[in-house]
């Protein structure tokens, strides 16, 4: 069953999921700094982003199971 005809595009879009979170950490292509050390850091900060996320759901069903 699909969420939405597939005749129409959908009438909204949620992006507000994991992956969508991760993927505005990448560096802008309009960046000025586009150096490994930039790109490094930003695949840090989505490593932490994920990492929190995990141990928060973690966590969570440690202490409702």
């Given at each position: 069953?699909?969420?939405y005809d597939l005749k129409e595009s959908p009438k909204y879009v949620i992006n507000t999921g994991l992956a969508s979170r991760i993927e505005r950490l990448n560096l802008d292509w309009?960046?000025?700094d586009q150096s490994a050390?930039?790109?490094?850091?930003?695949?840090?900060?989505?490593?932490?982003?994920a990492g929190g996320?995990?141990?928060?759901?973690?966590?969570?069903w440690n202490?409702?199971?």
């Open positions: 069953m699909s969420q309009m960046d000025s050390d930039a790109e490094n850091e930003a695949f840090h900060r989505a490593m932490a982003l996320e995990f141990m928060e759901v973690r966590l969570f202490v409702h199971i």
